[in-house]
């Protein structure tokens, strides 16, 4: 099956650091990825799609500043929280898919921690 | 927007099937129906995908009844290693962009 992968795993950071996280379609070419952020005991919550080439569409209330998406490659997208705080303390899951209707594939997601 | 509606929460017994249904009332003609598992602190997992009647896999089947306003998961013989969360999701075409919307989940817990 597709296999998308995310790095780093586990991000520990002072308040205030940027951090970037990647999410890389290993198998597949991925024409669409997406980005989501869950809280402990709740749902995902989609913070943005992203095609390549094409700037990302943030979900409402998604500050696009804050969180930086570029999709350059058809395997690689990253997301940058900038000047993190610890209120974006969470878990960030990526998703990838061949094109718009196929089925998303999930990365391991990446936990940031800032302290 | 197309919107899922599970149970919170259910439990079971090793080797029992466990059926999960979800509603999905105002299901578009162009939607499929995707179930998803996650662990903690993991990304979710694909388990199964559907437009109507039955469909199975390795792992679960799919049952989906003609009007398409709801579906059921089938899992066959559970086990312990089946506890967690399961996600039914419509997608969604709006605006040119496929979103899946997330529900709140199923929490399964399977008991020795």
């Known amino acids: 099956g597709a296999v998308v992968s995310q790095h780093p795993s586990w991000v520990i950071c002072k308040s205030g650091t940027s951090v970037k996280i990647e999410c890389r379609s290993l198998?597949?070419?991925?024409?669409?990825m997406f980005w989501y952020r869950q809280f402990p005991k709740q749902s995902l919550m989609l913070m943005a799609t992203s095609n390549e080439g094409s700037k990302a569409t943030y979900e409402q209330g998604v500050e696009k500043d804050k969180f930086l998406i570029n999709h350059a490659s058809l395997t690689l997208s990253t997301l940058t929280v900038t000047s993190a705080h610890p209120e974006d303390s969470s878990f960030y899951i990526c998703?990838?898919?061949?094109?718009?209707?196929?089925?998303?594939?999930f990365g391991p997601g990446t936990r940031l921690l800032v302290l | 927007l197309a919107k899922t509606t599970q149970p919170i929460s259910m439990d079971s017994y090793e080797g029992q099937e466990v059926n999960i249904t979800c509603s999905h009332n105002n299901i578009a003609t162009n939607d499929y129906i995707t179930w998803y598992q996650q662990f903690p602190s993991q990304g979710p997992r694909f388990i199964i995908q559907?437009?109507?009647?039955?469909v199975t896999n390795e792992v679960a089947s799919l049952f989906i009844p003609a009007d398409r306003k709801s579906s059921t998961l089938s899992l066959p013989r559970v086990s312990l290693s089946d506890t967690a969360v399961y996600y039914c999701?419509?997608?969604?075409?709006?605006?040119?962009?496929?979103?899946?919307?997330w529900g709140a989940g199923t929490k399964l817990i399977i008991k020795p």
């Open positions: 198998d597949f070419q991925a024409t669409t």
């Open positions: 559907g437009y109507k009647t039955k």
């Open positions: 998703s990838a898919s061949g094109t718009l209707q196929e089925t998303q594939y």
């Open positions: 999701l419509v997608g969604d075409c709006a605006d040119s962009n496929y979103q899946l919307i």
